[in-house]
DNA sequence: TATTGTTATACTCTATAACTATA
DNA sequence: TATAGTTATAGAGTATAACAATA
């Protein structure tokens, strides 16, 4: 297979499959964008809506959409600056903190009883292929 | 670091990866989704909507939105089952096929613009991963 | 004037419920 | 009665354009 070949067919390999992982989620409390910025959040600290819609490469609207639900679920806080009356602070609540372990747990669950059916020379491939992933998904 | 969190950064890796990509489509005339349709119709054969729902782990009515706006585009032909009146035909018109063809080379070359950043190695790494995935992909 | 966030509006994808037509 | 497809309706995520408040 030439290169040209081999990188479509990878490319929707991973989008096939972060749409089966998707759709395993099993959790109504949370879409998958909202879980997705929570994690921001906790990953990165509080921060405002441009560095998050930023972040997360989508329009400040948008974003501005996402964290509205995560407000109004109690998952995330909205707080003015006291530095910038312009800029506000995002930032996980411990309600968000909870249902982020919770609903990690929930989606894990899929992907790992299927990692765990495959034999340990593909787990190790995959161990390599993670950080190379990884790279190309922070570019 | 343990299987549990190798899974789930794994799986976060992959969730990240594709988000990435659909950011990159720079193209106008079709969706994410749409393309994706489509070319299950081109790689796997004419199908009526029901197979196509299944097929893509989406209900019928969801999918007979995107089979719409396919078929309004000129990209797919919907046409009634001889056999059976109850079924349709959906299937790959000559025109869904060119804007497959050009679709996928504009979809493309984002990532392998990056994947032409690594090293010979990695590339190696991602080749075997490759089937691996797919076939966590398609269970 | 520039920056930060918000509101208004619209389009796509998703789902469930209810319906039609055919088997 | 069961199956294949469709329509009606609603919710979430995305975008652009226009706006308010602050620096």
């Known amino acids: 297979m030439d290169n040209e070949n081999f990188d479509s067919d990878l490319r929707v390999t991973i989008q096939r499959l972060a749409r089966r992982l998707r759709s395993e989620k099993a959790d ?7 879980f997705s910025v929570l994690c921001v959040l906790a990953r990165e600290g509080a921060m405002g809506l441009g560095d998050l819609s930023a972040h997360e490469r989508v329009t400040p609207p948008s974003m501005n959409r996402t964290v509205n ?17 312009r800029k506000i602070v995002l930032d996980v609540t411990e309600g968000g903190h909870t249902v982020i372990a919770e609903t990690r747990r929930r989606r ?6 299927r990692l765990a059916d495959l ?8 161990a390599a292929a993670a950080p190379i992933l990884k790279e190309l998904a922070e570019l």
């Open 28 to 34: 109504d409390r949370i879409s998958d964008t909202q």
């Open 69 to 85: 639900a995560l407000v109004e679920a109690g998952y995330a806080s909205r707080s003015g600056s006291p530095d910038d009356g």
């Open 108 to 113: 894990d669950a899929w992907f790992s009883l």
């Open 119 to 126: 034999a340990p020379e593909q787990r190790a491939t995959l």
